[in-house]
């Protein structure tokens, strides 16, 4: 099966190391390449793959949005995102979907075993990411999500666009108040930046951080272990797991995961 990952920059994606693996898990022949996109032609190059037999693609920054322009039919997940991640090529239709809000999810309540129900989230961050992982988060049924960002009008608007969905708040990250909540979601791409958003401290205490970056150790992990967080995670887990429900969604073939997770981790140690 001929498969590809579009970005740009791309030369730095761990996809086809991934896909890799799960092909050699799971039996499945599949041909996986890293292909760099212009930045204002993605559409082309993308029907380029296709024409010459692409049976599936995942898509990366910047691309997600002129992928869920591309797809002629697409998921709920990638309805509610406005974005798109993944695509399956299907006779004429492109099929278009989101897996990175179940990448989360999967390495939230599998991998780590936390219970999302009845609990506070604070999502700091209200770009792509966080487009991708609300509705998957509320379908959890917390307590509340409530997304801060730089930017407080994207914060607000998103949140009552996913009220449907669930208890939602948005606010600017200067209104963050030092209440306790369960779980702290760094959507941003400050870490990208090495920083760290300007919030209060104690909302870490006792609560698990995860930062969607993956890498390195980031300024908001660094922030989460200063104060007292119960756990701190990155987003290498979500990286597999969205990648795995890629996968699946091309090859019907669900890899199993921990080991990827840990083969990744020792590549980047
Ligand atoms: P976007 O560019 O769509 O959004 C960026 C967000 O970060 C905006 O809300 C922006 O605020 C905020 N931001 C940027 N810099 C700062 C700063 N210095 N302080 C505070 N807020 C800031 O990015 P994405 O949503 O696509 O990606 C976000 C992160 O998630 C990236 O680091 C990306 O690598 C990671 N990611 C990880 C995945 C995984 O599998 N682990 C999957 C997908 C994403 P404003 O609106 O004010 O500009």
């Known amino acids: 099966m001929k498969l590809a990952v579009f970005g740009n920059p791309i030369e730095h994606s761990l996809s086809p190391r991934i896909h890799t693996l799960f092909a050699q898990q799971t039996g499945v022949e599949i041909e996986y390449d890293k292909i760099l996109a212009p930045v204002d032609g993605f559409a082309e190059t993308a029907q380029n793959f296709i024409n010459q037999g ?49 990448g989360l999810l999967n390495d939230l309540t599998k991998n780590l075993e936390i219970d999302l129900q009845n609990k506070i989230v604070l999502i700091l961050g209200a770009g792509g990411a966080t487009r991708g ?22 914060a607000t608007q998103l949140a009552k666009a996913f009220k449907p969905y669930g208890e939602t708040c948005g606010f600017g990250l200067e209104k963050i108040k030092n209440d306790l909540v369960d779980i702290i979601i760094n959507a941003t791409s400050a870490s990208l930046d090495g920083q760290m958003p300007n919030i209060a401290t104690g909302i870490a205490n006792n609560a698990i951080c995860y930062d969607l970056m993956y890498g390195k150790q980031t300024p908001f992990m660094d ?21 795995a ?6 090859t019907g073939k669900q890899p199993e995961t921990q080991a990827v997770i840990e083969a990744i981790r020792a590549l980047n140690d």
């Open 223 to 243: 922030w989460a272990q200063d104060n007292n967080a119960s756990m701190v995670v990155d987003g290498l887990g979500m990286l597999v797991e969205q990648a």
């Open 133 to 154: 992982i609300l509705l998957p988060l509320l379908q959890q049924q917390p307590a509340r999500v409530m997304i801060a960002n730089r930017t407080a009008s994207k």
């Open 245 to 250: 429900s890629a996968f699946e969604f091309w």
């Open 54 to 102: 692409g049976k599936g693609f995942n898509v990366t920054v910047p691309f997600k949005i002129d992928a869920f322009n591309l797809a002629t039919k697409h998921s709920i997940n990638a309805q509610t995102a406005g974005a798109v991640n993944t695509i399956k090529v299907d006779g004429d239709a492109l099929i278009g979907e989101n897996t990175d809000g179940i």
